[in-house]
């Protein structure tokens, strides 16, 4: 009965290491969206006329250090229509938005 608690107990213990982390990608997700929204309103681009070149848009194979969420965030804000992306691969707002109500 002893190892059957054990095993339980770790099971539980796994699934609530699991959720605490998917909780924390969800917060660096959303900070990382509030981040690019601030970026494009103070760079004032607001319509495909003023779009501006995001560093962070294009892919970098090589990089070493603590996982930037930006990218992520970029695309996540374009498939949920907030951002929009121009030919020339530069970045708009499409609609201003308040990241924590519309947002996930």
């Known amino acids: 009965m ?10 539980i213990f796994l699934a609530v290491i699991f959720i605490l982390t998917r909780i924390g990608v969800v ?10 929204i601030q970026d494009l309103e103070r760079l004032g681009a607001f319509d495909s006329f ?7 848009a294009r892919p970098h194979y090589f990089r070493i250090g603590l996982r930037d969420y930006r990218p992520k965030a970029l695309v996540s804000l374009i498939q949920g229509g907030v951002v929009a992306k121009t030919e020339s691969e530069r970045y708009y707002l499409i609609r201003r938005v308040n990241v924590r109500d519309d947002i996930y």
């Not at 917060?27 to 690019?36: F, K, S």
């Not at 779009?51 to 962070?56: I, N, V």
């Open 2 to 11: 002893y190892e059957f608690l054990q095993i339980i107990l770790g099971i």
């Open 27 to 36: 917060r660096q997700m959303r900070r990382a969206a509030t981040l690019v």
């Open 50 to 56: 003023s779009a501006a070149e995001l560093p962070y």
